[in-house]
């Protein structure tokens, strides 16, 4: 007799750690759905780094994608090799985000906030190990292993200007083309940028 199994009894929603089906550690999970219809199809072990990283100790997996501070502590703590880092791809960047019309009739305490986090991200830069001390407590991590991640990450803040936007736009017509956004994106559109304080950098 031929049995018909249902979809639900051929996925599997857990994470394979040391031949065991497991939870993520904090039992998160997020839906996987059904592009063509929307419907939920399951709803799968969300993952942490800490979720991932015992996977690949264990050789459950053959490759890890992480990042600082996780880096450091697996570099730290683990005989791996890095395979690819950032070497040689557009600079990524973080952003800072208001909505158009607080930036439009506040330009004062935007400058002013970008002001301070530039006086705190070069004081950052100048002194990591110190930096360092009172992040570690923070995060629950060595002292040592936050000094590598600091000293790897640029801090700081810059207005938005024509390079950042240039390469924005290349990122978001990337996306579009690999159908990863569902319409194109004019970036110039998106962004605020103080004459003032690009004349002044």
């Known amino acids: 007799m031929t049995r018909q199994f249902e979809l639900k009894e051929l996925i599997r929603s857990d994470n394979f750690i040391d031949g065991q089906w497991r939870a993520a550690a904090d039992d998160a999970r997020f839906a996987v759905t059904d ?16 979720d991932a990283r015992a996977a690949f100790e264990n050789g459950d997996v053959d490759a890890w994608i992480v990042w600082d501070p996780y880096y450091a502590a697996a570099q730290k703590a683990l005989t791996v090799r890095t395979l690819a880092d950032y070497t040689g791809l557009p600079k990524p960047f973080n952003f800072y985000e208001a909505t158009r019309s607080f930036a439009t009739q506040n330009p004062q305490a935007v400058r002013a906030v970008i002001d301070q986090l530039r006086t705190t991200g070069a004081w950052v830069t100048q002194h990591p190990t110190d930096t360092a001390a009172l992040l570690a407590p923070k995060v629950g991590l060595d002292t ?58």
Do not use: M
């Not at 936050?146 to 803040?157: F, I, Q």
């Open 35 to 50: 592009p063509a219809t929307g419907t939920i199809i399951a709803q799968v072990a969300d993952s942490s780094p800490a």
């Open 144 to 201: 040592g292993l936050v000094e590598t991640w600091v000293r790897r990450v640029p801090y700081g803040a810059t207005p938005i200007d024509e390079k950042i936007v240039a390469t924005q736009q290349s990122v978001a017509d990337t996306f579009y083309r690999a159908k990863l956004i569902p319409k194109a994106v004019t970036v110039k559109d998106n962004v605020w940028q103080d004459q003032d304080a690009l004349t002044a950098r």
